[in-house]
């Protein structure tokens, strides 16, 4: 059975409530098991790798056509797998074509400007796919979470938002945005591992358990964002992301699945080429 990714996109307008969602969920995945025990992570394991290939394919060819550009936008909790999905679904794309960048609390340069200066300049090229590890939500995430600017300031982002990815659609951005939604408990133990594994330290921020303490809060935030801005031409894809694996293929999907719609072509051979030969 093909892997729907509509079942995971928000639908634009609709309530999103992410406690309805389970985290640990395989939905769509036709090997799925009750308990999601060892052969199903087996199974899908080898899925991930036929995806990878695929992957790598259509990113050839989008880098050969020069003709799209597509932007992936990551957002997830602390530990929510951000790094870990790059890591893994883009493995063995050529990074000639492929660029991540990643946003941390902006420098005062960039706080200098409005919000969205730094992000535009990451913004892909012809040709390019581009990750972005967070992303210009911060600003509607941890801000108003956190409470970095006043509300009456970060309430009109959501538009500007929905505005700024619209313009880049219509000037020939495709655009994926991907919210990996793990649970509480789960994030416990990513951070816990983060403490107890010394090659895993220096991923552990003690800043990480200032905001795990407005858990809820984030949740509130991000079911407001991803209601505000999944529009038919820049949607959001809520990916249950406690289980690695599973994450993995719902990721790789929708990615293909996009860049398939795209119905892209290698470009015509030059004229005459068939009649050449290289000289000795
Ligand atoms: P990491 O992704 O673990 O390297 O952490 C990056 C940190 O930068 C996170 O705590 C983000 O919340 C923070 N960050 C990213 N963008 C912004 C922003 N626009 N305003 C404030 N903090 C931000
Ligand atoms: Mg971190």
Redesign the pocket.
């Known amino acids: 059975m093909a892997f729907d990714i509509d079942e995971l996109r928000v639908k634009p307008n609709s309530n999103l409530d992410l406690s309805k969602i389970d985290p640990s969920g395989t939905p769509e995945w036709s090997n799925a098991d009750e308990d999601g025990g060892s052969s199903n992570k087996d199974a899908g394991k080898a899925r991930g790798l036929e995806l990878n290939q695929r992957l790598e394919e259509l990113q050839e060819l989008l880098y050969a056509e020069g003709k799209h550009r597509v932007l992936i936008v990551i957002q997830a909790m ?2 929510g797998g951000k790094d870990g999905t790059i890591k893994h679904v883009f493995e063995g794309v050529n990074p000639s074509g492929v660029k991540v960048a990643a946003f941390k609390a902006p420098s005062s340069l960039e706080r200098s400007h409005d919000y969205l200066w730094r992000i535009h300049q990451h913004a892909p090229a012809d040709g390019q796919l581009t990750i972005f590890n967070r992303s210009h939500y911060e600003d509607v995430l941890v801000v108003r979470v956190m409470d970095l600017v006043d509300k009456d300031r970060w309430q009109k982002r959501y538009e500007h938002i929905a505005n700024f990815e619209q313009m880049m659609v219509d000037e020939g951005t495709t655009i994926i945005k991907l919210f990996l939604h793990i649970s509480k408990q789960e994030q416990q133990e990513r951070l816990q591992e983060r403490l107890d594994r010394p090659e895993k330290n220096w ?1 552990f ?1 003690s800043g ?1 358990l200032v905001h795990r303490e407005k858990w809820n809060d984030y949740q509130k935030a991000f079911e407001t964002a991803l209601e505000k801005t999944s529009t038919k031409d820049a949607p959001w894809y809520v990916i249950p992301a406690n289980r690695k694996w599973y994450r993995n293929i719902a990721v790789s999907e929708i990615v293909i699945q996009t860049l398939e719609s795209l119905q892209m072509e290698y470009p015509p051979a030059p004229a005459d080429i068939t009649e050449m030969h290289i000289p000795d």
């Open positions: 602390d530990a991923k921020d990480d």
